[in-house]
């Protein structure tokens, strides 16, 4: 049977798009790149006349220009991302959803407002982390409320709030997936997937309540927790 050909880019098609995307922000990256590949190479080439081995040293200098090139393009290919992101409406769902092993994140808000202000939560071994993103005005109630009903409803593990963005006590986009990685671990593996059970269960809870039929008494009030602020 003939392959199914893969709707996947190649390697070297992702490569290039990235490049294309990083070059929009990052306008000098390709005279940065290449001027390290070539220093990185050049200097290891000289070393190889001094001593007499060019080819060996060519060889090697070449891989390593490689190598550096590949690590300087991933890193401001990373930064030009967050500058993209930044400010946006979801930039830290798509943080979360690249996030390194240790922790099990929802790129789903678990609270939002209107003005698309949200508050994401991530389990790992730290605990819970709630992360806002947008006006901190609206944003730090929100946080605030979701840390008070985390208490209640896993008192027993450690709950952390983080606010994304560039002010005074708040963390970058680019630097939160540290932030998380760094913060010290409290709770073992097997908590961590029984907090994950607790929380799921409760989400599953909450979605199957029962919402009364007709209109809406006078007077009366949507409950917290269920609705957009």
Not at 33 to 52: E, K, M, Q, R
Not at 119 to 127: F, L
Not at 180 to 186: E, I, N, T
Not at 195 to 206: I, S, V
Request: glycine letters at 12%; proline letters at 7%.
């Amino acid at each position: 049977m003939a392959r199914e050909k893969s709707d996947t880019p190649g390697r070297l098609a992702q490569i290039r798009q990235a490049y294309i995307m990083t070059k929009q922000v990052d306008t000098k990256i390709g005279l940065i790149l290449g001027g390290i590949g070539l220093l990185t190479f050049g200097v290891f080439l000289a070393i190889g006349f001094l001593i007499g081995h060019p080819i060996y040293l060519g060889i090697l200098g070449f891989i390593v220009a490689v190598l550096a090139v590949a690590i300087v393009f991933g890193r401001r290919a990373e930064r030009s991302a967050f500058g993209q992101m930044e400010g946006q409406p979801g930039a830290v769902a798509a943080v979360l959803n690249n996030m390194r092993r240790g922790w099990s994140a929802n790129p789903t808000p678990v609270a939002v407002t209107r003005n698309q202000d949200a508050v994401y939560r991530a389990v790992g071994r730290a605990g819970i982390a709630l992360i806002g993103e947008g006006n901190p005005n609206r944003v730090r109630p929100l946080l605030a409320a979701e840390k008070k009903k985390m208490a209640r409803v896993v008192s027993d593990v450690p709950v952390h709030d983080i606010m994304v963005g560039n002010g005074e006590g708040e963390v970058p986009l680019k630097k939160l997936q540290i932030t998380l990685m760094r913060l010290p671990r409290a709770i073992t593996g097997a908590k961590v997937t029984e907090t994950n059970d607790r929380l799921r269960a409760l989400g599953d809870l909450l979605s199957r309540a029962p919402i009364p039929k007709g209109p809406m008494p006078k007077g009366a009030r949507m409950p917290k927790g269920g609705q957009a602020r």
